[in-house]
Structure formats: structure tokens, C-alpha cells
């Protein structure tokens, strides 16, 4: 249960049960229509007979893209694009809900998913960019390589600084698919995707204002409106938004953000769903975490250690401001219970301004003690960008199989505008006694260039049910268009690629409860640039294999995962020895791992989320044969992570709740001659909550809640990508917060 009590709004029901068991889930889930007819049926029965007529109740399941009551997801439309329970997806999904969202109060979409297995969220500080790692693939801010989504829709990254970043509180959940994800979702890493599910309209009037406060300054104040807009319900709302202010653990730095996400549904009939939304963001004069050399963080550095909170930039020209924008819909309409056809379309736009100073990570220490080298940048950037999918699904059954088709076509276009300087060198800085705003010269504009990115996909699958058996069988053939126009020399470079994908996958539904599964699946990314003979990259790929065992007990609300996953990638473009300023793609890498995960409402009070990972990463391929068997840089080998939460239902205690979290994470490579490594750490986490409602009746709708992550404030390094380059993690952050709901 939540620290905040009851702090989500119902889910879309006619009656709202919120202890099912995962059986009653699964069929409730898949018969919303049939059992209104059976209701309806049993109702009239009655009446003939001359018995008594009770009213119909009506039990409508979790949707796999809906609000879940609890912390154990049993549905999603991520692992398969449709509503499909997931236990029959033969992938490891992941499913991080409202309500544990709630109880942690995750400050990004990379904290929300700190206990999940399989993902390393924390290795740059700070929410203005993420930074994801899922199953050993990844990046740092705009150099990540996992996509995200958002509904079902890909979320866009610029050439420079530009990227898309959902705040949390916008969300009604967080999954993750891991592994190669590309049958459904076109060109993706290897490791997986991260889809986010916006709040969507509610049936019942909902209402929640908050105000939170906390360390470093932080002062938030939230709103969350929902429901009918019509008697009949056929139009319905949501409306969530927020502005925050808060200091960064760097001096001089700070985030500030203003969030807007209005939605309208229109439901005319039971077969008809239209819904609009719009979605806005403004993050104004932040800064986020440079990289600092390893030497003074990891090691004791020629003049001690660099302190935590040092800034390496200049509060007098550092800045990175942001304003998104996004506008689109989601269209069902179910023609009968065999066909079904969706389209969701969404147009988005980012403005980004980025100046800031970086350590030379080549050379980072100058002449005096002390002294750390550095260069200056600047970067502006313009995304637009238009996305959409189609799909049509057709249910039959064919002699003993049941079929569940899925056709779907989609599109995407991204329109990329970017100026940016080059490196300048300035003054160096001295970590112990920083002199700030030294004079030096501004970068000139060294690119100004307009890329433009063309993507179709046309897609199939075909989940076949034989008794206990579900296969899953899916392809797709990708067609990607690129332009760069260079507005400095006028030129321009074209780039095509396609690549096919696939997934064949097989799940056994045992009485008992459980569920083990094979799937075998690939990817590609598409690589931009062209090569020393003027040739252009070719996509890089990726091959898993996976087998995996889930348990849900019958009659209680608990998932268990286990899961091995073995993933090749090839076409990694790795330095040209005959000229280092250009890359060849004969580079490959190979990922293989174990992950377990665990969620448990033990009981109506006590919620436990545990999750481990195993990660054996090493490069296969590479021009340079001295780091050929090493591991991938900034991967932990072992991470762990436990969550429990406890809330008291009766006595003196009513209405208090109390959480805690443990996670490790082990140590890392600190580059690619694996000549050093990150350390591991140990971080505990903390809340508490209270519910002025459950004691005192007079109260109702209050509650209260305390944050704490880093509880002790260790100080941490969280990756290194080179000795010239690593990022101190995050310390304690506190947060108190106050909502009434009604």
C-alpha cells in the first residue's frame, strides 16, 4: 500500500475489486463484454423463475495499459501490443505501477526503476537527461541508446543536446521489455525499451492537489483532476500538471520544471475509444553533471579528493533550458469481438539551449596542483518530429488454436536542426580553491546541419493458444530514409537501410501456477555516417536467446520471474586503424545474464519488491585486440535490490505506513582496457506515510508521506567511462509532501 494511502484514483470498472487473484485477473481481463451479457442474462433468469433479482455486478479486469491496484502488474500491451496477460509473453517484462511509484516517489523515470532487474538507471545524477542501461546496453544522457516510449510511441533524441524527458508524475505506469524489442517497435538496442503509460481519463470524479518540500531547497506544488465531463460518461478528463524548483547536489546548479498533460476521451459506445491529449514541459535555466577524471574521485588526485558538490563550469555561462510540446490521439474501435483496429498518432516538438563546460577528459589535470583542464561548448537544437501506428487485430479460432493476429503499419518522421560549437579550450579551474567567471572566448559555430529521418515498419504476429500452449510468432521489415544537409559547406549525404526482424517465442500455462518460456528475437539500430571510403554505415544487430520461468500463485497477488538471456551484437562501429577518424563496423559484443524478480502483496498491508541481476558482458570484436575479452565499460557485473512496505490497518497505529529499500550495485569497468574499476556501493532508502483520514474521520482525504533516498548519504562514485571521465552518484535527498484528495 502507498505510504500517501490511498492516493490513486479507482481503475476504469463498473465494480472495483481490488484483490483478484491472478486467475480471476486473467479472465475478468479477456470477457469485460461477455460478463455484462452474463449478468444481464442471469438477471432476466432470475426474474422468470420468480426468484429474487439481484443486481448485476459487473467485474471488468486490469487493462494491460490501465491504473493496476497494488504493485503486482498482471497485464500489458508493451510485451506483445496487445492486451495480453504477462505470464503468456514469452520476453521478461517488467511493470513498474502507480502505486509503487507513489510509495518511492521517484524523482525521474530512471529512479522509478531502480528495483528492477536487468537495469542500471543510476549512472549519471541528476533528471534533466537519462541515463539507462538494460541488460548492458545504453549510454549517457543524449548519447543513450535505449529508445523510450511513451504510449506505445517512440520518444525522439537529437544529434546534439535535444532529448525527450516525461516527468513521473505524468505517468500511470513504467514497463520494461527486455531484450531485442525491434518485431514491434522498429530500430531499438538490444537491451531492451523503456515504455511509459500516461494517466488517463478516470470514470469517478477524482481530484488530488499537493505541495512538497525537501533538501536542496526543493519546493513543488502538484494538481491531478479526473473524471466525467457528461452524466452519461461518454466524455471524460484528465488533467495533472506541477512546477518545481530545486537545487542539484553541484554548487551553482539547479532544476526547475513546469508540467502540463491534458487528456479528453470520447466514448460514444462500448466498441468506440477516442482519446486526445496533449502534453507540455518546460525545464528553464538547469544545468546537469559534468564528468570529472577518476583520479580525485575514485583515487586520491595529486591534490586530495574532489568534493561531491564541486562545479567544474561557470554559474555566469552554464545553462541548459528545454520546452517540449506534444499533441496526438489514440483511436479503438472494436467492429466486432474477432476485429478490432487501433491508431495512436502523436506530433512532437523540443527546443533545447545548452552552453556548458566539460573536463578534458584526454588530459584532464593541468600544470598547477589542483588545476583540472577545461573545454567549453555551446549547442542549440530544434526537433520535430510526427509518429503513428496502425494496427488491426483479429481473434479466431481455428480447430483446437486460438489465434490473436496482429497486423500493424507504422511511420515515423524526425526533422533535426542543430548549430553547435566545437570544443574551445578555456582556463583551467582548481578544484580547491575554484576561481569562477574567468574570462575566455566563446566557441564558434563549427555545425550547422538539417537531418531529416524517415522510418516505416510493417509488422506481424500471431499468438497461437493450443490448451496450456501459447506461441508467439512475430516479423517485421523496416525501411529507414536519412538526409543531412550541411548549412556551412551546402552539402549533403543521403543514407537508406532496412533490416528484418523476428521473434519466435513459446510459453506452457501449468494449474499450478507456473509458466516457463523460450523466446529467441532480434534487432537492428541504424548507424549514421559513412565510413572512410565514403560508404555508409550499415545497421548494427543483435540475436537473443532467452528461457525463463514465472510463478503466480493461485489465489494471491505475487509474480515471480526468473530469466537467462544470451545476446550477440554485431556491426559495432569501432575505430578505423588505417585512419582513426573513422570508424569500421567489425565490432561485436555479447551480453549474457541471469535475472530474478520478485513482487508480493504478502498481505492487504505488507508489499515486498526484491529483484537481482547477473551480468556477464564482454567484447568479442574489436580493432583494437588489447581490450578484446574485457568487459563493457560502466556495467555492473551483479546488482540487488530489495523494497518493502508496510501499512498499518488497525490500532493505534491506523493509517501509518512505513517503507525501505536496500540496493546494491556492484562494481563496473571503468574503461575499456579494464585497467580500473567503480567500486560497488550499498544505498538505503526510506519513507514513511500517513493517512489523517484512517484515524480521524474528520481528515479525510490527507496524507502526508517522507522520502528519503541515500539515507546515509554515502558518498559514491556511480560509473566511469574513462580515466578522464566519471560521475559521482546522487546523495541524500529527503522530500515531505502533503496532499488532500477528494
Known sequence: MSPLGSANPPAETATTVSRLSPKARRVAAGSNVAAEKAAA?????????????LAPIV???????????GIVAHGTTTGSKTDTPINEVPQAVSVVTREQMNQQNPLSVGDSLRYTPGVFADSRVGGVLESVFLRGFGGYGVAATNPQFLDGLPLMTGTGYAAQVIDPSTLERVEVLRGPASVLYGQAAPGGIVNMVSKQPTDDPYHDVGIETGNRNRIQTSFDFGGPLTDDGVWSYRLNGLGRRTDEQFDFSKQQRIVLAPTLSWKPDEDTKLTIYGFYQNDPDNNFAGWLPAEGTLFPGPAGRIRRSFFLGDPNYDDYDRQQYMIGYNLEHRFSDALTVRQTLRYSHVDTSFKGFAINYYAPFGVTTGDLNRLAIWDQERLDGVAVD?????????????????????????????????????????????????????????????????????????????DRLVV???????????????????????QYD??????????????????????????????????????????SKARQTEVGLRYQPIGGDASFTASLFDIHRTNISVTDPSNPLFYVQTGAARSRGVELEARVELTDELDLIGAFTYLDTVVEKDTDSSVIGNRLVGVPKQAASLWANYKFATGALEGLSLGGGIRYVGKSAGNNANTFYVPDATLFDAALGYDFGAAHPQMKGWRGAVNVSNLFDKTYVASCFSAGGCFYGNGRIVTASLHYQW
Open 41 to 53: 442474462a442471469g438477471s432476466q433468469s432470475a426474474a422468470g423463475s420468480g426468484t429474487t433479482e
Open 59 to 69: 467485474l471488468r479486469g486490469e487493462r494491460g495499459d490501465g491504473p493496476v491496484n
Open 390 to 466: 496502425n494496427q488491426v487485430e483479429y481473434r479466431a479460432d481455428a480447430g483446437p488454436l486460438q489465434h490473436v493476429l496482429l497486423g500493424g503499419v507504422s511511420y515515423q518522421r524526425t526533422v533535426d536542426n542543430n548549430r553547435s560549437s566545437g570544443w574551445g579550450i578555456v582556463p583551467a579551474i582548481n578544484y580547491l580553491s575554484p576561481v569562477y567567471d574567468q574570462p575566455f572566448d566563446r566557441p564558434q559555430l563549427a555545425s550547422h546541419a538539417r537531418q531529416s529521418t524517415d522510418q516505416a515498419g510493417l509488422y506481424l504476429q500471431d499468438q497461437i493458444r493450443a
Open 472 to 494: 508467439t510468432l512475430g516479423a517485421r521489415e523496416d525501411w529507414a530514409f536519412g538526409d543531412t544537409q550541411d548549412r556551412l559547406t551546402g552539402s549533403s549525404q543521403s
Open 498 to 539: 532496412h533490416a528484418f526482424s523476428g521473434r519466435i517465442g513459446a510459453v506452457y500455462l501449468f494449474d499450478n501456477g507456473l509458466t516457463p518460456y523460450f523466446s529467441y528475437s532480434t534487432s537492428f539500430q541504424p548507424t549514421a555516417g559513412v565510413d572512410a571510403g565514403g560508404e555508409a554505415y550499415k545497421p
